[in-house]
């Protein structure tokens, strides 16, 4: 744990030595729905090119239906202009794990499953990297996710949910 905090304090020194935006930390308000990247670090690693990887958790309740999850994604994105900075393609792989609990179902039961989803998806969208560090990332893309249920009482067992899904991001951070 040492190394790697050191590690990214060493990185960090670099970038304000250089006085480089080379890695941004983005928070995605609209993850807590169910998202992979509700806090993200993006990392420069060419003129035009980056990587991030991102950590999701969410929580909510609809009604007599209770949700969570928690998941993780990594992201290549090739920048138009400079790495950071302005109009993007993207691609990522992602994994969400996750409960969905029916309270007081028609029968007076309460149902759970257990559920995971891989995806993987294409993405677009601008980033606007201030030269106070301040950065707003928009995107917009589309992405397969393939669920598998893990249903014990066979209450979930007509639940498909594999295809193609929109994926909307909006992030805001600081870039160092």
């Not at 989803?117 to 969208?125: D, E, M, V, W, Y």
């Amino acid at each position: 744990m040492k190394k790697t905090l050191l590690s990214l304090l060493m990185v960090a020194g670099l970038g304000f030595a250089t006085k480089a935006q080379t890695i941004a930390i983005k928070a995605n308000p609209l993850a807590l729905l169910g998202g992979t990247d509700l806090v993200s670090g993006e990392f420069k690693i060419g003129a035009n090119s980056s990587v991030s990887a991102g950590l999701g958790v969410a929580g909510y309740k609809l009604s007599d239906s209770k949700y969570s999850s928690i998941g993780g994604e990594a992201q290549y994105r090739y920048y138009f202009r400079e790495s950071l900075h302005g109009w993007y393609l993207g691609a990522k792989v992602g994994y969400l794990s996750g409960k969905v609990k029916i309270e007081d179902f028609n029968d007076g039961k309460d149902y759970k499953t257990n559920y995971g989803s891989l995806n993987i998806g294409a993405k677009a969208g601008y980033q606007w990297a201030f030269d106070s560090g301040f950065v707003i990332d928009l995107n917009l893309g589309a992405a397969y996710s393939s669920f598998n249920y893990d249903d014990n009482d066979g209450a979930f067992s007509t639940l498909k949910g594999s295809g193609v899904l929109p994926n909307l991001g909006f992030g805001l951070g600081f870039s160092f």
